[in-house]
């Protein structure tokens, strides 16, 4: 059963800036993409960013221009480099990685954003 581990959230101030990385346990066959998710206390998860097999990316529009979704040297490997974060961004965040038969979730990292 493939893991996924999120690591690197944590408490910043408005303005500064967070590195979320996952890491799968083991090689993912038929990867169609992987994204990031988030849920914030009383809403529902949603979509911040994916990045297909062949490297296109797509944000949802409330990170445009602040959030970047990258891949590592092993393709199940996915970052998301935040900056200029908001109070609003806090939330959990959840890392998706979408084959053609099934969908594999992390627990979540926490990213938490003070004004």
């Known amino acids: 059963q493939v893991q996924l581990v999120e690591s690197g959230g944590g408490l910043v101030q408005a303005g500064g800036s967070l590195r979320l990385s996952c890491v799968a346990s083991e090689y993912i066959f038929s990867l169609n993409a992987m994204a990031w998710y988030r849920q914030a206390p009383g809403k529902q998860r949603e979509l911040v960013a994916t990045i297909t097999s062949g490297g296109s990316t797509n944000y949802a529009d409330s990170v445009k221009g602040r959030f970047t979704i990258s891949r590592g040297n092993a393709k199940s490997t996915v970052y998301l480099q935040m900056n200029s974060l908001k109070p609003e961004d806090t939330a959990t965040y959840y890392c998706?990685?979408?084959?053609?038969?099934?969908?594999?979730w992390g627990q979540g990292t926490q990213v938490t954003v003070s004004s």
């Open positions: 998706n990685a979408d084959t053609s038969r099934v969908q594999y």
